[in-house]
T-cell receptor, first 115, second 116 residues
Framework: KNQVEQSPQSLIILEGKNCTLQ??????????LRWYKQDTGRGPVSLTI?????NTKSNGRYTATLDADTKQSSLHITASQLSDSASYIC??????????????FGKGTHLIIQP | NAGVTQTPKFQVLKTGQSMTLQCAQD?????MSWYRQDPGMGLRLIHY???????DQGEVPNGYNVSRSTTEDFPLRLLSAAPSQTSVYFC???????????????FGEGSRLTVL
């Protein structure tokens, strides 16, 4: 069964500090991995996509990594801001099969940035 | 560009009542889906559609019906609401390449449903 595990479940850090969120997956055959940001009371929004051939990709203060051999991805946030407080969801796409629609969701990491 | 629009944003029902959550997208996406989000459970797929006239069940379809008569609209129907259906519901759409869901989901703002 395809699975996506995220850690930690929740994280509290001080404004200005860095943090790293983890995503481990057992989805096959792998197509791509996306990180979504979900602000409180809003729908998730895609931050970045990682394909099999990509190791690192940056989007402003967000840097995602992918290790396809160990089936792990991380999302690193640099110099955190209060607006980074949100849930971060890892979603892995299978080329076929996988979940009913080819997508497997992690349960998310709830990040709180304290001033 | 409106994106994905869900209505209503909030709804309170009594057990046994029926209702429809509306979802519309203006991006001409073939793929549309409904999720429910509960604390500690993450997003769970209820039903999805890969095009007009085509629907399929997701992980938690019981108690919900869908139809897709147009590319733009994908309503979710609760036939006889139960307290277990209290949740936040999200509609999403995505484009398809070579028959595969690309995985870039565009979500609506959510509909908060309480069943008493």
């Amino acid at each position: 069964k395809n699975q996506v595990e995220q850690s930690p479940q929740s994280l509290i850090i001080l404004e200005g500090k860095n943090c790293t969120l983890q995503c481990n997956y057992t989805v096959s055959p792998f197509s791509n991995l996306r990180w979504y940001k979900q602000d409180t009371g809003r729908g998730p929004v895609s931050l970045t996509i990682m394909t099999f051939s990509e190791n690192t990709k940056s989007n402003g203060r967000y840097t995602a990594t992918l290790d396809a051999d160990t089936k792990q991805s991380s999302l690193h946030i640099t110099a955190s801001q209060l607006s980074d407080s949100a849930s971060y969801i890892c979603v892995v796409s299978a080329e076929s099969g996988g979940g009913a629609d080819g997508l497997t969701f992690g349960k998310g990491t709830h990040l709180i940035i304290q001033p | 560009n409106a994106g994905v629009t869900q209505t209503p944003k909030f709804q309170v029902l009594k057990t046994g009542q029926s209702m429809t959550l509306q979802c519309a997208q203006d991006m001409n996406h073939e793929y549309m889906s409904w999720y429910r989000q509960d604390p500690g459970m993450g997003l769970r797929l209820i039903h999805y559609s890969v095009g007009a006239g085509i629907t399929d069940q997701g992980e938690v379809p019981n108690g919900y019906n869908v139809s897709r008569s147009t590319t733009e609209d994908f309503p979710l129907r609760l036939l006889s609401a139960a307290p277990s259906q209290t949740s936040v519901y999200f509609c999403a759409s995505s484009y398809v390449l070579a028959g595969e869901n690309t995985g870039e989901l565009f979500f609506g703002e959510g509909s908060r449903l309480t069943v008493l």
